[in-house]
């Protein structure tokens, strides 16, 4: 059996397939990333796929691909705690931008992740091209969930929010001072602190003049700080995975277009991407 695992910080997806490519079983997980994990959080967290680990001695191909395995150290960290559940398997692991690649992007163009954080890379229809090293949520991030739950936090402080979607704010989430100091710089996993604020966006409407021009303001930077890295960004589709590109994609091609980029395809998340191409090599 196959089996693969698609790992964002917050969430995963494993699916089960037999070896014509049937999908046997599917289930939801939490997310795990080598950068923020120990071994035995992570072992704890393969450990809650229980539905798939009663078909762990007919595995013998696992595919992973997560945040934060960019680097053949954490690829290894992952491959290990894998093998301890998972004994018969060979283990590929993989970043979540060579997930990306492959669930989207089957002709030369620039694929960007777009959920908790950001990143992007260059496919040129056969190679993946790395323009740039992530420093993650505090550094760089841009249009991601943790970066629009940062700006929406400082319009609130900065008393930049229009009043009445302030109140709403207010009602929506506990923005105790000291509560939220702790989330930032004491509690584990700051950034899918910030990225849950995100959400406020798509719950007041993307109609709000607010919420629009905030989108636009972080589609132009990721314009501006990511994709003009690639001189010929404006030749090819850029292809988006995640939910924030997902569910303002209407504002997210808005903004590309007016700068003269043309999205490509944009998917919530990659693990149907994922099954369709590794579909494609059984078969071939």
Known sequence: MILLVDSG????DWWLADSKGKVIQKQKTLGI???MFTPDEIKERISLASDILAYAHQVTQI??????????????????????FYSRAEVEVQSDLVAAVRATATEPGIVCILGTGSNSCYFDGKNI??????????????????????????DYFYK???????????????LTTDKILLHLYKEHMPAKYLASFAKFIFEIGLTETYVINLLEKGFVELVEYQ???????????????????YFAKE??????????????RIQKAPIHGLYNYHIREIKK
């Open 9 to 12: 910080s917050t969430k995963s």
């Open 33 to 35: 990333n080598p950068v």
């Open 63 to 84: 595919y992973f691909y997560g945040a934060g395995c960019g680097l053949i150290t954490n690829q290894n960290l992952i491959r290990t705690a894998l093998l301890a």
């Open 129 to 154: 091209h790395f323009g740039f090293d992530s420093l993650g949520y505090s550094v760089m991030d841009e249009a991601s969930g943790n970066y629009f739950g940062k700006q929406l936090l400082r």
């Open 160 to 174: 930049r929010m229009p009043v009445k979607i302030a109140k709403q704010f207010e009602s929506r989430f506990d």
């Open 227 to 245: 994709l003009m890295l690639w001189p010929n960004y404006k030749e090819v589709p850029i292809h988006f995975i995640g939910s924030i590109a």
């Open 251 to 264: 504002e997210l091609r808005n903004t590309l277009s007016k700068r003269g980029v043309t999205a490509g």
